[in-house]
Nanobody, 115 residues
């Protein structure tokens, strides 16, 4: 009923930048919050950033000062601008959308930071 499609991942050098996008589509709905999580091999899925419909943004300590989350509500799209990328940022990045009372997840996009 609600489909999330992430894009923008890829291979980047340490210190480089990428911008991830997540577009939500489906039946008419009202998004409460959109955010990003990531999961590296052998590690638990971890929170990255969230943007709510009230304009609040929040970031994990590991990405503060480097990542910026933004939204285009007319397009039901959330973005994650990632600057100063580090090898430890390598992971599959997942979009999560909250349409109360449910959460919906994208299938993920791979980000690899390596020389």
């Amino acid at each position: 009923q609600v489909q999330l499609v992430e894009s923008g991942g890829g291979l980047v050098q340490p210190g480089g930048s990428l911008r991830l996008s997540c577009a939500a589509s489906g039946s008419a709905f009202s998004i409460y919050a959109m955010g990003w999580y990531r999961q590296a091999p052998g590690k638990q899925r971890e929170y990255v950033a969230t943007s709510t419909n009230g304009g609040y943004t929040n970031y994990a300590d590991s990405v503060k000062g480097r990542f910026t989350i933004s939204r285009d509500n007319a397009k039901n799209t959330v973005y994650l601008q990632m600057n100063g990328l580090k090898p430890e940022d390598t992971a599959v990045y997942y979009c999560k959308v909250t349409i109360w009372p449910s959460d919906y997840w994208g299938r993920g996009t791979q980000v690899t930071v390596s020389s």
